[in-house]
């Protein structure tokens, strides 16, 4: 962890739980892709949804590479919030809450994809039949509030993107200091990002590579990682 540049983070990658991701993501998969790229920290942050996480916890834990529990839940006005916890049983807690507030819809696998669930061995075990990638009725407030309750933060996805962002669908980030970090894509900028934004400048930024493929784990800003340097890992430090 004490490299030159500070330990390298991937904190957004979807597992086949999602169903807008590939098949070939498994929990398996993905840590080791992250550990042949060399990062130090994932998030596997499937959509409303924890299922893949406690597998994922314990193949994390013999490859020696650090899995933040995490979940991107979708908010009643549609923005995409990077929830993160520092246990499994706190992330546990919320999956409980996103539960109750999931549209109950049952998924069209034609139409949406597959949503796996793994086993230690990294086999496909069952399917979640409920669609999970839909809003949720929870408002982004009662997320923020709910999820910092458990001792968890909130960083809000995408921020750049048009949709599904807090900027694209709200127009503002709060700034009660709930929120202390936010995430640009992979292909964003950031000076460039700041430069039309500049009143977003006193916030942490993380860059994820909202994983869908294997190749693309640890793809963060044409880099190897986001690497997270004191700024950001006294933000992070109550999940880290
Ligand atoms: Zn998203
Ligand atoms: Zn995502």
């Not at 193949?59 to 839940?73: D, N, Q």
């Not at 009725?137 to 949709?163: C, F, K, M, Y």
């Not at 970090?181 to 860059?207: C, D, M, W």
Request: proline share 4%; aromatic share 6%.
């Amino acid at each position: 962890m004490n490299r030159e540049n500070g330990p390298r983070c991937d904190l957004h990658i979807h597992s086949c739980l999602s169903p807008c991701a590939d098949l070939l993501m498994t929990p398996g998969n993905i840590i080791r892709q992250a550990v042949n790229q060399g990062l130090d920290y994932i998030a596997i942050t499937d959509h409303n949804s924890a299922g893949n996480i406690e597998v994922a916890i314990e193949l994390a834990r013999k490859s020696g590479l650090k899995l933040i529990p995490a979940m991107e839940v979708e908010t009643r006005e549609e923005v995409h919030l990077l929830c993160y916890f520092s246990c499994l049983d706190a992330l546990l807690a919320w999956e409980d809450v996103v539960c109750q507030h999931l549209p109950d819809l049952e998924n069209d696998e034609e139409l949406f994809g597959y949503q796996l669930l793994t086993d230690l061995s990294d086999d496909y075990i069952a399917k979640e039949s409920r669609l999970l990638a839909l809003a949720t009725s929870l408002s982004l407030s009662e997320t923020l509030e709910q999820v910092t309750n458990l001792g968890g933060i909130v960083i809000p996805a995408h921020v750049d993107r048009p949709v599904n962002s807090v900027l694209g669908q709200l127009g503002f980030v709060p700034s009660d200091g709930r929120i202390q970090a936010i995430e640009i894509s992979r292909n964003a900028k950031l000076a460039g990002f700041l430069r039309t934004h500049p009143q977003l400048s006193h916030f942490g930024y993380v860059q994820g590579s909202d994983s869908h493929y294997l190749q693309e784990i640890g793809c963060c800003g044409g880099e190897k990682g986001f690497a997270v340097d004191a700024g950001l890992r006294r933000i992070l430090s109550a999940v880290l």
